[in-house]
């Protein structure tokens, strides 16, 4: 209904056009009966009809298509339609309301020659008497011309506005689907990794690793495609993944995991956090040397703040440029999901690393 209520009070608006505009209008409805502006009135309503069906018709299932041929039948027609049905509809020898009142007047002098006379048999009436004949078929398609191209010209523009838009639409979700599926991978093999740890140093925790690992993997499998998922769901994807890290680490090092806030409906871009955890993990985590890590989730007035801190103590990351192109998909995927709602500050003295990323969610 609030997408019906705008095109309702435009059309209304428009239709009060050929009214207020016309010689003939003294303030009243008595021009309706003016044959004239009938036919002005009712090629009028035309004009916004086939405004409309060329918007939502004729242009996305024929031109957009290229059935020129049937499009420009389809032209041809509605233009005939706006010449002639209004003429055929309405009078043809009405007077304006101009000259009804000037008939009435009572002339001044009360001299017959001041009456004016009806014209004799055969005789066409003056062009100032105020009867107004059937047009000629010239001055009828003049007068129906330039309506008919001001409607087709401004459906087109908006048209190709419309069709502007929605192209880049596909195209931003085009390119947020391949960052997700750039991303996925990437997250995988090293999820793969520290399972394959496991089962060579015959833990105890490979089994709870590989459950870990399935609830990651349909988590991808079934997310991926989503513009948006359930905060609480990408939480506990976190937890999954952070789970899968932790069994490849020892007592060197200290992590800690806090959440703050209650979780309601809020929604969030999947995949837009495990990026910062797992460069926290590969940047701070060497057996040979003590080290932190902490991640700090807060959920507050739908905005979410979250922080990840690390000690750098590992230089020697054999697959660097994947993290970087990670990270840069990451920032990606923050511009096209959250352009103007989100903010991330990161600092790096060279012995330790911090993110801080707060998003908007509402």
């Known amino acids: 209904m609030k997408k019906i209520a705008p095109h309702i009070i435009l059309i209304l608006l428009l239709l009060t056009i050929p009214i207020v505009s016309s010689p003939d209008f003294d303030g009243t409805l008595s021009v309706f009966r003016v044959s004239p502006f009938q036919r002005e009135f009712i090629r009028f309503v035309f004009v916004v009809l086939f405004f409309y069906l060329n918007l939502n018709l004729f242009l996305p299932k024929l031109y957009s298509k290229k059935k020129y041929f049937l499009f420009i039948i389809c032209l041809l027609i509605c233009f005939g339609i706006m010449v002639f049905i209004p003429n055929y509809l309405t009078s043809e020898n009405g007077m304006s309301a101009h000259h009804l009142q000037m008939q009435m007047k009572p002339h001044s002098m009360g001299s017959p ?17 105020g009867y107004r004949n059937h047009n000629p078929y010239s001055q009828m398609i003049f007068s129906s011309l330039l309506p008919f191209l001001f409607s087709f010209l401004s459906s087109l523009y908006i048209f190709k506005n419309i069709e502007k838009k929605e192209l880049e639409r596909s195209k931003a979700k ?10 996925q991978p990437h997250f995988l093999f090293n999820i793969l990794n520290s399972i394959y740890s496991l089962a060579l140093l015959k833990s105890d925790d490979a089994p709870n690793g590989i459950l870990k690992l399935s609830n990651v993997m349909r988590y991808v499998v079934q997310e991926s495609s989503k513009d948006f998922v359930g905060l609480s769901k990408e939480i506990e994807y976190l937890k999954d993944y952070i789970a899968l890290q932790l069994v490849r680490t020892d007592s060197s090092l200290d992590f800690s995991y806090t959440e703050t806030g209650i979780i309601k409906d809020e929604q969030i871009a999947p995949f837009i956090l495990v990026n910062f955890i797992e460069n926290a993990f590969k ?44 990270m840069k998909n990451t920032i990606e995927h923050l511009n096209h999901a959250y352009s103007g709602k989100y903010t991330l500050n ?17």
């Not at 085009?174 to 960052?179: D, F, G, H, T, V």
């Open 113 to 129: 020659e001041n009456i004016p006379l009806p014209p004799r048999e055969g005789q066409f009436p003056a062009e100032n008497t």
């Open 346 to 362: 990161s600092h790096n003295n060279g012995k330790t690393f911090e993110v801080d990323l707060k998003i908007n969610l509402l």
């Open 283 to 326: 940047y701070g985590f060497n057996a040979e040397e003590n080290s932190k890590i902490s991640v700090n989730v807060i959920i507050k007035d739908g905005v979410l703040n979250f922080n990840v801190f690390n000690n750098i103590v590992n230089r020697n990351i054999s697959d660097e440029n994947s993290l970087k192109i990670g």
């Open 174 to 183: 085009a390119e947020l689907l391949s960052l997700k599926y750039q991303l």
